[in-house]
């Protein structure tokens, strides 16, 4: 009986409008959202580590330079000079993310010292490789389209590689862009390889103008900076990074000018302009004949091209990786 | 024998290999692009989890690769052999590894933002699995290995001398322990000769990471054994090469630097008797008798039956998958209300069942977007496979990730894996770099299609692009079969010819009437077309219906006779369950080095969003869509835009 009684007691008390029971219920109303947010903001961690995004063509050695740069180079035993490879690499398919620190005290100058000491000045960044495939590229380009200043590596992902939780639903800032060529194979003339190389250049540098005169605000986050990044300079073949420069831009005027000439992508109606607002469809400055990297900095991009080497015997990746540790 | 046997995550990275003989990196690339990217191989989804039995072997010239995938951790296992040669264990050989493989690493590859993986120690139980498989199989089968290993030892020199300085140097140096030392030599009985001789090169300790170099080196670590019925001559070289943890009797470490010190004498001599023995064939099948020394065979039985109990392991969870499976249906009451909850949450891992309806729906809304049955089964399947076992994202319904995936699926189908920039790629044949050794030439384009889709109206659509660009286009009557043909190519040629008289193009007929052949007057249209300067060559072909036999046979003497740079059919977006058939024998009917280079798909605006045949089209010939035709008029042609396609087709009204 008594059980009962108190039952009732409290259950009648629950429902007086005492002061106790107010402040009761609206502590429980106030307090539920914000167990809610902590439960879902526990499941999505918040990183603001910055990263970094590796493009380019199937083949040009980006995931060969994410091993070098995550494991160091190993060296053989005979000959200490030539870093061996890596980590063999194949196709990729899916894009990969890892976690490195470029030291921050003394002037960086190999990532093979920032490996050994990573230190508390250390700045940790993540690397995105991407696959190269154009099959495949949709999904860089899509996140470098949108105007946000973070990108989410996950989303990079085909939507079936987003497994648990943890990192691959946080956000990072992008703070540069590499976009890896094949020297080598660019000196073929009569392979593809330019002019693929090339679209695809294209493709990524008019994503970011587009994305600099989308900006909204101006709060918007200032553009990426882009490394051309001229690898595989230890075979004899391959060309200068002078000369890919200069080989690029001037596939990329061919580019640009038969792109002005073509025809219209479905769905777009007659009526809309193509290239005429603000020069959206026209890759750098409007007007001009011949095409350099320096137009783009007008858009807030900085393109830089420097040679280096992933395997073998040449000017390595150092200075691909001082570039990159300038910009995080 | 086995040339190579790799494990690859998709992200590109070979976590782990074992090479017998060199193989060009190439093959591998082109069987993940071509199976795994472009999905070449006929059935998708026979992707994940089947067995390497299921999965239809992928040839390249002379190797065939067998295959096992895991989607959840992203790694494909695929095992190199040459093509002629029977291997009746080997798919038996790549799911054992698969089992093995994952229950040892499953979780380091689980590890987010790293691409690290230190399997080292893989080596033993790779060897223990190659072992039992080769020996399980038979006498016959050994013998025959055998002599195709000693037939291959001739050929393959150098990487012998290479291997044999290799053991030099370990000589050399002892006390460095450097990572010769620690290469596995691993090898297989009843394949003496070459194939273990070439295993140093491809040792790990070449290829991984430092700590993992740290832990091969530190003295506790066990490396590889190389297993001992083997071929491997002298005994104190053996010694060195298994390191400390498995001494003489199989008991455990310790001992192991005196052992070592004074087996380094005996090392010199046992490789001089090597590159001694090396020619004498007869020899090393003698060899594979010394392998009866007890000392081997207790390591190989403790890790025998550590594989053992991972394989049954593996067997059992495969088996609770099923039973699972159908226990799920019924479900408790609490988990399906939760299930209920999370689908509007989100944060649901999805199964099967959840997936089934969804599916079913989103595969009568492609139906009903007019692609043919068979796309459309394939698509569904494909996401489905790529869903189970996926954990949607917070708020995000069944449906809407469903609807990622689809988007994701048909966009990865419609890009093409070269784009087609027509006006550049006409400029660099008709210009060529002056660095290039080819021949200026005209650019020729030929259309082919069935009766009375449009081929002749999308010809001069392309003439008409082409002419706005100051091209000098010459257009060759080749349909030379039904009457009134020509007179319509003729009238459509001075249309153009009016219309862009100020543009400053030029167009021209080439035709030669009825009744010719119609590959010799494509063939003599080119020919002219060179002589007069002519920048482009448009040839028009008689319409035909795709099981027409002798028509479309004819196709493939006109490909030779007229060396078209493009060869592109014309298809309606209006046929129904015919285009898959169309498209299909159209690809197949130019001879086996040559197939169609593009679609023009007609008709695009009377359809609406009923785009469909677009994907049954590129469904059935991995060929992509290169222009759409929009309307009537000359200046109705559109580059195909594989977004607006999928929007169309996902849109849904
Ligand atoms: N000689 C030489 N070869 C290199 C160099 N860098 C990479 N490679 C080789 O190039 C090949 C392709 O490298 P990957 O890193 O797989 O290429 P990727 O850019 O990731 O290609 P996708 O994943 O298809 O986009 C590998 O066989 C590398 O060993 C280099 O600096 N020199
Ligand atoms: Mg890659």
Redesign the interface.
Known sequence: MSTIDTLKAAFEASLTPTPSVISIGLAIVLLIPIILHFI?SA??PYTTLPSVLLVGP??AGK?AL??LF???P?Y???NPAVP????????????????LAVSTDRPTTTYRTDLDATGATAKKF?LI?T?G????R?HALAHLASPSATITPSLLV????????????SKSKLKALVFLVDAAALAD??S?AL??TA?YLYDVLLTLQRRFLRRSGSRAPSNVPVLVAANKLDLFTALPAALVKSQLEAELS??RK??S????????A?GEVVGGEEGEGWLGAVGSDKFSFKEMVEFDIEVEVIGGNVVGDGPGADKWWKWIGERI | MLDAFEIISTSGVVLWSRTYAPVSPSVVDNFISDVFIEEKSTVAGAKDGASATVNPPYKHEQHSLRWTFSKELGIIFVAVYRSLLHLPWIDKLVDNIKAIFVSLYGDQLKKPNTMIVECVKFDEYFDQQLQELEQGSGKPDARAFIVEEISGTGEDGPPLSFSLAHNQKAQTNPSAESSPTATPNASRPATPGASHLLVAKAGPGGKLSRRARKIQNSPSAPVSSGDEATARKGKPAKTVKRGRKWDADGLADERDDVQLDYSIPAVTSDSEAEAGARPAAVEEVDASTWGSRTKGKFVLRDLGDEVHSILADADAKNAAAKTDFQSGIVGSSLSAIGGLFRNVVGGKVLTKQDLEKAMKGMEEHLLKKNVAREAAVRLCEGVEMELVGVKTGNFESINSRIQKAMEASLTRMLTPTSSLDLLREIDSITSPPAASLRKARPYVISIVGVNGVGKSTNLSKICFFLLQNQYKVLIAAGDTFRSGAVEQLAVHVRNLKELTAREGGKVELYQKGYGKDAAAVAKDAVAFAAQEGFDVVLIDTAGRRHNDQRLMSSLEKFAKFAQPDKILMVGEALVGTDSVAQARNFNAAFGSGRSLDGFIISKCDTVGDMVGTLVSIVHATNVPVLFVGVGQHYSDLRNFSVKWAVEKLLSST
Do not use: C, M, W
Not at chain 1, 261 to 268: H, I, P, R, V
């Open positions: 879902f499941t999505t199937s083949g995931t994410l091993t995550e494991r160091g190993l053989h035993n005979n061996t490879p890596v980590a063999e690499t194949h196709t990729s398919q899916t894009p990969s993310t890892v976690e993540l490789d696959p495939h154009p099959k495949l949709r085909s939507p079936a590689a987003q497994k648990g939780e943890g990192a691959e639903t003339t009569d593809a002019s693929s679209e061919r580019i038969t792109r000439k073509g025809l219209l992508d479905s769905g777009e007659d």
